[in-house]
């Protein structure tokens, strides 16, 4: 098992902050499968898969997008959506 942690528009569109799922084998299995479980929307009407679609993601703390990869061993995913500010 794995946690997700959801961050700001990936929070709204997903509807929880955090969950736990079985691991699947790559990152982009992971937004796969999450893309494919939450249907809700952010207050803009962005889909989850949408939102993902823009993020970076932590694996264990340390920044990775490369969607292959693999997530065998992992405990936590973070999804983070672009941030505005400065």
């Known amino acids: 098992m794995l946690t997700v942690h959801y961050f700001a528009a990936a929070r709204a569109a997903a509807g929880v902050a955090s969950e736990q799922v079985e691991a699947p084998a790559t990152l982009g299995d992971l937004v796969a499968q999450l893309s494919e479980e939450h249907t809700g929307t952010t207050e803009a009407g962005m889909s989850?898969?949408?939102?993902?679609?823009?993020?970076?993601?932590?694996?264990?703390?340390?920044?990775?997008?490369?969607?292959?990869?693999?997530?065998?061993?992992?405990?936590?995913?973070?999804?983070?959506?672009?941030?505005?500010?400065?």
Do not use: W, Y
């Open 48 to 86: 989850l898969k949408e939102v993902l679609g823009r993020c970076s993601f932590l694996i264990d703390g340390a920044g990775n997008t490369a969607m292959d990869s693999p997530l065998a061993g992992v405990t936590r995913v973070d999804v983070l959506p672009p941030f505005a500010g400065g």
